[in-house]
């Protein structure tokens, strides 16, 4: 019930393919998606999606030439056995990503620090008391 | 004194009855459009729809009951819109089925399809029944296909896992349905009716049918793409696995049904067809055959709730 979901939003500057690829490796970088956890087929993910079946190809080969998923003929994709310093270097990577574009934004805006922190620990506060999980991966 | 008119032999020929079946087909799916093209006006008085989806959100843990319907509402609208592409598909299955009589009898195979020339006769029942399985599972998916169309414009979005069956309906209905279709065939087979007849082997053959296109179907159907009916995406998946969950169990029930409907017609096969074993082997088709109504009256008593994973029991705490 409360398993992640890939989402993809149409109006993003990414494409589908690494739209794919990029939420794939933060779940699992989260351990949301543990080792030898079973992907969706092609199939079933372009249907859901609304994409064509290529683009779910492209972005499983990209994620198999990173190392996290592998694939075999019988069990179909699955999340590969990565290490714990990779997956604490990707969450990092990904936070650093997400704060970055968080301070830039702000700086366009002309907020400053103290306001920036206020406004991250009410949105903290808010998601806290909803549980903590964004909607995106609830 | 005027004898009565008799009624003409064509009426109950084969070739009358495939006719019959494609004009019921014909006119079914010209009324399943008519409610389809009406669903403002239907749906516009039919606030006691919007009442049990609300109940059912409820119950399946979507939303408290003191929230806004404006969910109910778009569920219930969605649902109908499954109906009248399940009801159209189904009718549709019952005109290819007259059309497949209609085709036997000109090749000369009439039995294979209908051993009685009565058209209201229990042996075109089990045809019936097969359109009624196909048109459900295909309706279904084919509703899914085009309700893409009448989702939301917001983002697409997919499970990060394998969908099965399995998550919508315990397996072990599978090995039931089974069970129940082998025990009619073995039977059929060891009363020594099908040595008398080809014609013993019509029904079990037609179980056999039922209960694999049923199983694929079901498997279809959990398959299906996800829906996009609710902005919130976690709730949209919440909507589709109740939606999707009331189809497996509609197609699980009638399986179900048509299994104990098959036991029943099979055991009057084998008292007219089966040697001296004959009466023993009625008796347990008659056995099997209640046994199936046991597990339909338990399957309709767990409206979408049959063990998946996703689903669990009707009765007990929705599964976090």
Redesign the interface.
């Known amino acids: 019930?409360?398993?992640?979901?890939?989402?993809?939003?149409?109006a993003a500057p990414l494409s589908p393919s690494e739209q794919i690829v990029e939420q794939?490796r933060l779940?699992i970088a989260a351990g949301?998606?543990p080792f030898g956890?079973?992907?969706?087929?092609v199939r079933?993910?372009a249907?859901?999606?609304?994409?064509a079946p290529n683009t779910v190809v492209r972005a499983y080969n990209e994620l198999r030439r990173q190392g996290w998923v592998v694939a075999s003929a019988r069990r179909?994709v699955a999340v590969a056995d990565v290490g714990a310093a990779v997956l604490g270097g990707e969450r990092r990577r990904a936070i650093e990503q997400a704060v970055g574009l968080l301070v830039t934004t702000a700086r366009r805006l002309g907020v400053d620090g103290s306001e920036l922190r206020l406004e991250l620990e009410r949105q903290l506060t808010i998601a806290a008391a909803a549980g903590g999980a964004p909607?995106?991966s609830? | 004194m005027t004898p009565l008119p008799t009624v003409p032999d064509w009426v109950f020929s084969p070739l009358a009855n495939g006719a019959f079946f494609l004009l019921l087909g014909l006119l079914a799916a010209c009324l399943g459009t008519v409610r389809w093209l009406g669903e403002d006006r239907w749906l516009r008085r039919s606030a006691a729809g919007d009442r049990r989806w609300r109940a059912r959100l409820v119950a399946w843990r979507v939303q408290g009951e003191d929230e806004a319907s404006d969910l109910a509402r778009q569920l219930h609208v969605y649902w109908y819109r499954v109906n009248s592409a399940i009801a159209i598909a189904i009718a549709a299955a019952v005109a290819v089925a007259g059309l497949g009589q209609l085709l036997a009898t000109r090749l000369g195979a009439a039995g294979l399809v209908n051993p009685s020339r009565d058209p209201f006769d229990t042996s075109n029942l089990p045809l019936l029944y097969l359109a009624l399985v196909a048109g459900t599972g295909l309706g279904y998916v084919a509703a899914v296909r085009l309700g893409?169309r009448w989702g939301t414009d917001g983002?697409?979005?997919?499970?990060?896992?394998?969908?099965r069956l399995a998550d919508y309906r315990r397996f072990g209905w599978r090995w039931l349905a089974a069970a129940l279709t082998a025990l009619p065939v073995g039977l059929t087979l060891a009363s020594g009716a099908a040595a008398s007849s080809w014609l013993a082997l019509v029904v079990p053959a037609e179980m056999v049918l039922a209960l694999v296109s049923a199983e694929l179907l079901m498997a279809a159907a959990a398959?299906?793409?996800?829906m996009v009916v609710a902005a919130?995406?976690?709730v949209a998946?919440?909507c589709d696995d109740l939606v999707r969950a009331n189809v497996i169990w509609r197609l699980q029930a009638t399986q179900l049904m048509g299994l104990a409907f098959g036991c029943m017609l099979q055991a009057d096969v084998i008292r007219s067809l089966a040697g001296p074993s004959g009466p023993a082997a009625r008796l347990l088709l008659l056995v099997v055959g209640v046994l199936a109504i046991v597990a339909l009256v338990i399957v309709a008593a767990n409206e979408g709730r049959l063990g998946g994973r996703?689903t669990g029991w009707a009765g007990r705490p929705?599964?976090?």
């Open positions: 019930v409360s398993e992640p979901l890939l989402v993809l939003d149409p794939l779940q949301r998606l956890a079973g992907l969706p087929s079933q993910l249907r859901d999606l609304g994409i179909g909607k995106a609830s | 893409r983002p697409r979005y997919g499970d990060l896992h394998r969908r398959a299906a793409p996800r919130e995406l976690a998946r919440r996703v929705m599964p976090e």
